[in-house]
């Protein structure tokens, strides 16, 4: 299905505002590499070229937590449907990293850098209410009991 391609998932996690945009390299009608970051902490690097291109990033944007990097890229094969497919590959990253872009002709590479420390809060959260919801569930349970 077109909806489950990894250039779809990209949109579907991409904030409408932005609280922070930096350009990282640029070379008018050549190529461009953008890094913004959402509200909630997260960072999204893209980059778009017109040939092909092969270039470093150094990821000193980033804050100083360690992140999950959700990585889509283009296949390199000419078929224009696997073209559209793409690929999903996911690594940690932290500030000072050296990222590698490789791209093909009219291509592009995306990546999502998720703050580990939220993710980790988020798990935690959902432990702290399940287990919360479970121990009213049994109190409820003993004061029915009683009556």
Same mark, same amino acid.
């Given at each position: 299905m077109l909806?489950? %391609?990894?250039?779809?998932?990209v949109w579907k996690q991409m904030p409408t505002s932005w609280i922070d945009t930096k350009v990282i390299t640029s070379k008018i009608g050549e190529y461009i590499t *953008? =890094?913004? &970051?959402a509200p909630n902490g997260d960072w999204f690097? =893209?980059? =778009?070229? /017109?040939? !092909?291109?092969?270039?470093? *990033?150094?990821? $000193?944007?980033? $804050? $100083? *937590?360690d992140y999950e990097m959700e990585r889509y890229r283009d296949l390199d094969d000419e078929d224009p449907q696997?073209?559209? &497919? @793409? %690929?999903? /590959? *996911? !690594? %940690? =990253? /932290?500030k000072g990293d050296i990222y590698s872009i490789s791209m093909r002709a009219s291509g592009g590479d995306v990546s999502i850098f998720k703050a580990l420390d939220s993710q %980790?809060?988020?798990?935690? @959260?959902f432990l702290f209410f399940f287990f919360f919801s479970f121990h009213l569930f049994f109190l409820f349970i003993s004061l029915f009991n009683q009556y």
């Open positions: 909806s489950s %391609t990894p250039h779809l998932l *953008i =890094a913004r &970051k690097l =893209a980059s =778009a070229t /017109k040939s !092909e291109q092969l270039y470093s *990033i150094y990821l $000193d944007f980033l $804050d $100083d *937590i696997l073209i559209l &497919k @793409g %690929t999903l /590959k *996911i !690594e %940690t =990253a /932290k %980790t809060q988020q798990s935690l @959260g």
